[in-house]
Nanobody
Framework: QVQLVESGGGLVQAGESLRLSCAAS????????MGWYRQAPGKQRQLVAS???????NYADSVKGRFTISRDNAKNMVYLQMISLKPEDTAVYYC??????????WGQGTQVTVSS
């Protein structure tokens, strides 16, 4: 079983930056893809960015050029560097791990609030 713990959320002004971190523990050898999702009030949870074990990254169109996902396999960490934040980026951000067998694990979420 995989456990995920996020950190790094907070309140920032539009145009500022934040970096989210996610620490994985447990059956980390089973993890293939790790990613970040977000859920704004009244909206569905949606993919922000993901990265495979080989380092291939994928981004939502709304964050391309502003967000960068990175993964440190030695430290069992995944990061989301966010720059040029916009009020519409406000959401709870969840770390996600998908194993090679197809199971999903979610972190507890971290709030990101961007004021205009």
């Amino acid at each position: 079983q995989v456990q995920l713990v996020e950190s790094g959320g907070g309140l920032v002004q539009a145009g500022e930056s934040l970096r989210l971190s996610c620490a994985a523990s447990g059956s980390i050898f089973a993890i293939n893809t790790m990613g970040w999702y977000r859920q704004a009030p009244g909206k569905q949870r949606q993919l922000v960015a993901s990265v495979t074990s080989s380092g291939r990254a994928n981004y939502a169109d709304s964050v391309k050029g502003r967000f960068t996902i990175s993964r440190d396999n030695a430290k069992n960490m995944v990061y989301l560097q966010m720059i040029s934040l916009k009020p519409e980026d406000t959401a709870v951000y969840y770390c996600n791990a998908q194993t090679y067998s197809g199971s999903f694990t979610w972190g507890q979420g971290t709030q990101v609030t961007v004021s205009s």
